[in-house]
């Protein structure tokens, strides 16, 4: 059982494997399961028909000569298909089942059995027509098959007692055929219409889905910090991008003036979707506690406490989920203090024209057990005036380009210094980044979140 089970998973992969990923059938799921098993049961039936073409064509030559015929067509349809990248797939199986049933029928006539030998192919016939295209099609195959029958009614295949009695026999035959196929007609109609709601409160759920996951992304932005231009020691100017489809996305911004001092977070959860959204909620919400009500004032206690705050949640998920965080305390004179773990920290003093690269060390939020706190070490720098500060995430150093190769943060420090030589406006800074971003990588929808945080002491 394992082993059939195996082999038709592998079918059903290599039945679209010869396709792009961004091909419509692979996007749609009744196309793409429509397909599958066309290619999966066409390969099956050719392989049946070769065999049994092979083993009768000594004793009946006429029945095995279009039982391989009809293998042989089936093959060549489905390389046709393969060929065709599945463009018109239906038409050339619709083209298959017609030769099949005509064979199926010559089949019949020759092998001069009443009832006819092959009357679960034609019932086979409506239910691929009623698969491949609609009700009327299948019912119009329905009537061609019951009108082939009758020449049968007249078949001389048996000796019976009378003239009457096989004619008796005959019609009953008849009759149990057509109603029967009437009858595979009908639960091929009752499937489809049981599938067609199915269907529409499956949209329908998804499309409620989706509205609530555009809500997610949307409040999540929302909340994003304002940027700052003028006033103050310190200017910033955040962007985020989720990743297509996600609508709620992992990476976290933040900044805050609180008592003299102005705080910058950046982290990001792992995974996307409602669970990471939800998790960046929660970071911001135990970081806004901890800085405005309790007044923690050290780096390393704040990220300890929120550390204790998120384990305790993301432990009882399903979804393990950790996130990387760092936390940066300007004070006023230009002294930085962070603590936490994530991507490397660029610093740009345009009085040297030096690019300073500084290591974030630590643990990660909510990777160790809930029930201890973990302590974060602090490190610390100096800013001048006019000194630009680079965070980011992920999103930018692991995307590829043209040659699929990852950007890494020697391509971001490139893009960084192309960036200032145009402009030393940080939100100009930031488009201009993400412009090469795209440029480098040759599409606009990414495969992750992607955020970047400029900031500049202005005095």
């Known amino acids: 059982m394992r082993t059939s089970l195996r082999i038709?998973?592998?079918?059903?992969?290599?039945?679209?494997?010869f396709l792009h990923p961004d091909h419509p059938?692979?996007?749609?799921y009744q196309e793409r399961r429509r397909l599958q098993i066309i290619m999966v049961t066409g390969g099956l039936l050719g392989v049946f028909m070769l065999i049994r073409g092979i083993l009768v064509i000594r004793d009946t030559p006429e029945i095995g000569g279009i039982v391989l015929t009809l293998a042989f067509l089936i093959f060549a349809g489905m390389s046709l298909i393969v060929a065709l990248r599945a463009k018109g797939y239906r038409w050339i199986a619709l083209a298959l089942v017609t030769v099949a049933g005509g064979a199926n029928y010559a089949n019949s006539y020759l092998s001069r059995v009443f009832p006819p030998a092959g009357l679960p192919f034609a019932a086979a016939v409506v239910v691929a027509l009623h698969f491949l295209f609609n009700r009327w099609m299948s019912l119009l195959g329905l009537v061609v098959q019951i009108v082939a029958f009758l020449p049968f009614l007249y078949q001389q295949d048996f000796h019976y007692a009378s003239e009457g009695e096989r004619?008796?026999?005959?019609?009953?035959?008849?009759?149990?055929?057509?109603?029967?196929?009437?009858?595979?007609?009908?639960?091929?109609?009752?499937?489809r219409s049981v599938r067609d709601q199915a269907?529409?409160?499956?949209?329908?759920?998804?499309a409620e889905l989706a509205r609530d996951?555009?809500?997610?992304?949307k409040i999540q932005k929302d909340l994003l910090p304002p940027n700052k231009s003028e006033g103050g020691p310190y200017q910033w100017h955040g962007f985020m991008r989720t990743m297509s489809g996600a609508g709620a996305g992992g990476d976290y911004i933040d900044a805050l003036e609180i008592r003299g001092h102005t705080w910058f977070a950046m982290g990001d959860v792992t995974g996307h979707g409602i669970q990471a959204g939800l998790?960046?909620?929660?970071?911001?919400?135990?970081?806004?506690?901890?800085?405005?009500?309790?007044?923690v004032q050290d780096p390393g206690k704040v990220l300890s406490l929120l550390d204790y705050s998120f384990s305790r949640t993301a432990s009882s998920l399903t979804e393990k989920s950790f996130m990387t965080f760092v936390l940066m305390r300007f004070d006023a004179n230009g002294k930085v203090t962070f603590a936490g773990s994530h991507l490397k920290i660029l610093v740009y003093r345009p009085a040297e024209d030096r690019m300073d690269i500084l290591e974030t060390k630590g643990p990660w939020i909510g990777v160790l057990t809930a029930d201890r706190r973990v302590s974060f070490d602090e490190f610390t720098f100096q800013l001048g005036i006019g000194d630009i500060v680079l965070l980011y995430t992920d999103g930018i150093t692991e995307a590829r380009d043209a040659l699929g190769e990852a950007i890494e943060v020697k391509g971001l420090l490139n893009m960084f210094r192309e960036a200032l030589q145009e402009s030393q406006d940080i939100e100009k800074i930031n488009?201009?980044?993400i412009d090469l971003l795209v440029h480098a990588t040759g599409k606009n929808i990414f495969d992750d979140d992607l955020s970047l945080l400029t900031i500049r002491r202005a005095h």
């Open 8 to 17: 038709l998973r592998f079918l059903r992969r290599y039945s679209t494997a």
């Open 199 to 206: 269907e529409i409160r499956l949209n329908r759920l998804k």
């Open 213 to 217: 996951i555009t809500l997610a992304g």
């Open 431 to 433: 488009h201009r980044i």
């Open 167 to 191: 004619q008796f026999w005959h019609t009953r035959f008849f009759a149990n055929s057509a109603v029967s196929l009437g009858i595979i007609w009908i639960l091929c109609e009752a499937y």
């Open 25 to 28: 059938f692979l996007r749609d």
């Open 279 to 295: 998790l960046v909620m929660l970071a911001r919400t135990s970081l806004h506690q901890v800085l405005r009500d309790q007044q």
